[in-house]
């Protein structure tokens, strides 16, 4: 992700202590994704839905970005460095899970979306790094890529997540529940707010006392006047 759109950019409360999260993420009940230029991903609009591992030197983003006709693409984005995974067939609710795994020599930040897993390679610095422990954040966005253009025909419907379980590195279990901090659409420098969409919205409502869901629906095509959230 070049840049775009955060729709609901929600932060776990403590800093640099979890290297783990389970969430379940209800994909959106309709979706499209812009890819203009099938040579040249530099040009894609899409919807994504992940997960971020960031504690001040390294960041990673894993998750799942749409792909059209149902089909989401597991991916990874290593401090700047795309990794693309399978591709996975999803509706209704699905387990959104990330953590690290260290195999022989090899370290890798591991994601899996319902059945299917992807691994993607990490260097052993950043494995040690990261997995001594991270501030987690849970992500639904639009990302527009350093190329794309906006306006663009691309926007998701009721996408939601919830129960959202973070480990930290002694092996306790917390929730991300209502204290964590939650940011509403917030727009990266290549998207203005007279570009962006007035149909998208964000909304987070605790669910019952101790985890916090967040539903959410957003476009970037100003066109799509019967766009609902």
């Not at 399978?86 to 959104?96: I, M, N, R, S, Y």
């Not at 422990?133 to 966005?141: A, C, D, F």
């Amino acid at each position: 992700m070049s840049g775009g759109a955060h729709i609901v950019f929600r932060k776990s409360p403590a800093q640099n202590i979890f290297n783990a999260v389970s969430s379940d993420l209800t994909v959106p009940t309709d979706a499209l994704a812009s890819y203009p230029n099938p040579n040249d991903a530099s040009y894609n609009t899409v919807p994504e839905f992940f997960h971020v591992f960031y504690n001040g030197v390294y960041t990673i983003d894993a998750g799942v970005a749409y792909e059209n006709n149902g089909y989401y693409r597991l991916f990874a984005n290593i401090n700047g460095t795309w990794h693309s995974g399978p591709l996975a067939k999803a509706t209704g609710t699905k387990t959104l899970k990330s953590w690290f795994s260290a195999e022989g020599t090899n370290r890798y930040i591991v994601t899996q979306f319902g059945s299917v897993v992807d691994k993607a390679p990490i260097s052993t610095t950043m494995y040690n790094s990261l997995n001594k422990g991270s501030q987690i954040y849970r992500e639904m966005v639009i990302a527009s890529n350093a190329k794309s253009t906006i306006p663009a025909n691309a926007y998701y419907k009721n996408a939601k997540f919830a129960n959202t379980t973070l480990t930290n590195v002694n092996g306790t279990y917390v929730a991300l529940d209502s204290k964590s901090t939650c940011v509403l659409n917030k727009l990266d420098p290549n998207v203005s707010q007279s570009t962006f969409d007035t149909y998208c919205k964000g909304v987070n409502t605790p669910s019952g006392t101790t985890f916090v869901s967040d539903t959410s629906s957003a476009s970037f095509n100003q066109k799509d006047s019967n766009f609902a959230v």
